[in-house]
T-cell receptor, first 113, second 111 residues
Framework: GESVGLHLPTLSVQEGDNSIINCAYS??????FIWYKQESGKGPQFIID?????DKRQGQRVTVLLNKTVKHLSLQIAATQPGDSAVYFC????????????FGTGTRLKVLA | DAGVIQSPRHEVTEMGQEVTLRCKPI?????LFWYRQTMMRGLELLIY????????DSGMPEDRFSAKMPNASFSTLKIQPSEPRDSAVYFC?????????FGSGTQLSVL
């Protein structure tokens, strides 16, 4: 029979619109967070990072927001393009300097033409 | 820089056979990580090295898995004997300071 796997949440966005991808992290002591993008058949690619002493950081077309009170991280992509279609993962490091990243299950972003 | 290089890209083997996955990290990076990705469990950290020394191998599933880093430019992940449940994509990543750079992965199928 068909194997049961992780059900990736999917976000469908019209080309040109803004996308918001959310992530709930597990450890209130985590102090460093990264967003990765994974295209089909490729390894995860770094997008943007943020430390726990910040609540917002901006890159090119991307913004990461961190809400430590509710342990929530979000990635905003402005003017979403077809090339943004991928699976997006957040990752946290529970303890500074351990490099023991914990990855979320991911969100699939589909950009509709 | 060519990035993290993994080989082979695809490996198909039969249950019981030995499998060796290879990784060349980015030059100058002093951390190297091995991850496994499956539909069931997502991305799992298996082991990571710092300056060629294994730091944390608590994610290695069982004794059938072993990893080595004989020098700063090469690492191997070996599975012996392989089992069908080992089928997954195995990623190697390297880092100089917190940001991980991933290779393209090895798609392993154990029949």
């Amino acid at each position: 029979g068909e194997s049961v796997g992780l059900h990736l949440p999917t976000l469908s966005v019209q080309e040109g619109d803004n996308s918001i991808i959310n992530c709930a992290y597990s450890n209130s002591a985590s102090d460093y967070f990264i967003w990765y993008k994974q295209e089909s058949g490729k390894g995860p690619q770094f997008i943007i990072d943020i430390r726990s002493n910040m609540d917002k950081r901006q890159g090119q077309r991307v913004t990461v927001l961190l809400n430590k009170t509710v342990k929530h991280l979000s990635l905003q992509i402005a003017a979403t393009q077809p090339g943004d279609s991928a699976v997006y993962f957040c990752a946290e490091t529970p303890t500074s300097g351990t490099y023991k990243y914990i990855f979320g299950t991911g969100t699939r972003l589909k950009v509709l033409a | 820089d060519a990035g993290v290089i993994q080989s082979p890209r695809h490996e198909v083997t039969e249950m019981g056979q030995e499998v060796t996955l290879r990784c060349k990290p980015i030059s100058g990076h002093d951390y190297l990580f091995w991850y496994r990705q499956t539909m069931m469990r997502g991305l799992e950290l298996l082991i990571y090295f710092n300056n060629n020394v294994p730091i944390d191998d608590s994610g290695m599933p069982e004794d059938r898995f072993s990893a080595k880093m004989p020098n700063a430019s090469f690492s191997t992940l070996k599975i012996q004997p392989s089992e069908p449940r080992d089928s997954a994509v195995y990623f190697c990543a390297s880092s100089a300071y917190e940001k991980l750079f991933f290779g393209s992965g090895t798609q392993l199928s154990v029949l």
